[in-house]
């Protein structure tokens, strides 16, 4: 199985930062990777997929790069409503395997 | 829109069996394989199965294997996970989750449906 290791697995930060949050695979898996956003209490939701691509209706300041083993996902000027859990998934393999998460929380 | 709705959640005990089915609406469901991911209370995400778009590829988690069956009605526009010999640790929210055809990965999830396997 692929494993991804997510960091931080908490980040504290204010609005108007920029952060930065990294998924590692344990073998490569080609840019066959998502980030999702999840809020307290609801499902998840797509960011960005290919690793690069943003989500139809996903503002444009997050964004994703990296491909064979190494991503990121950046926001560039945190905003509110940004506070929530973020996770990666690969997908290029079964099981598919999400990173830990990491919780962005308001400094 | 894209429309997924879980039922069948609640409170069983362990060793017995629920079926969790998932609806679906707003896309040409026989076009997409459809998945299904947990998540324990405080925890986080934890890819469960998925069954292709015509039914005949399924994959599952090792944890669930031989538990676990996943499959779809075309007809109704349902997928099911069927769920035998439950343990506490299956405990957990279940989402059902559409692929995106081009993608390959997640692009929409239900809301979930709480399965408590307790005694």
């Known amino acids: 199985d692929i494993q991804m290791t997510q960091s931080p697995s908490s980040l504290s930060a204010s609005v108007g930062d920029r952060v930065t949050i990294t998924c590692r695979a344990s073998q490569s898996i080609r840019n066959d990777l998502a980030w999702y956003q999840q809020k307290r209490g609801k499902a998840p939701k797509r960011l960005i997929y290919a690793a690069s691509t943003l989500h139809s209706g996903v503002p444009s300041r997050f964004s994703g790069s990296g491909s064979g083993t190494e991503f990121t996902l950046t926001i560039s000027a945190l905003q509110p409503e940004d506070f929530a859990t973020y996770y990666c998934l690969q997908h290029s393999s079964y099981p598919q395997t999400f990173g830990q998460g990491t919780k962005l929380e308001i400094k | 829109q894209v429309l997924l709705v879980e039922s069948g959640g609640g409170v069983v005990q362990p060793g017995r069996s629920l079926r969790l089915s998932c609806a679906a609406s707003g896309f040409i469901f026989g076009d997409y394989a459809i998945h299904w991911v947990r998540q324990a209370p405080g925890r986080g995400l934890q890819w469960v199965a998925v069954?292709?778009?015509?039914?005949?590829?399924?994959y599952y988690v090792d944890s669930v294997k031989g538990r676990f069956t996943i499959s779809r009605d075309d007809s109704r526009n349902r997928v099911y996970l069927q769920m035998n010999s439950l343990r506490p640790e299956d405990t957990a929210v279940y989402y059902c989750?559409?692929?995106?055809?081009?993608?390959?990965?997640?692009?929409?999830w239900g809301q979930g449906t709480l399965v408590t396997v307790s005694s």
């Open positions: 069954i292709s778009y015509d039914g005949r590829d399924k």
């Open positions: 989750a559409k692929r995106d055809y081009g993608a390959g990965s997640i692009d929409y």
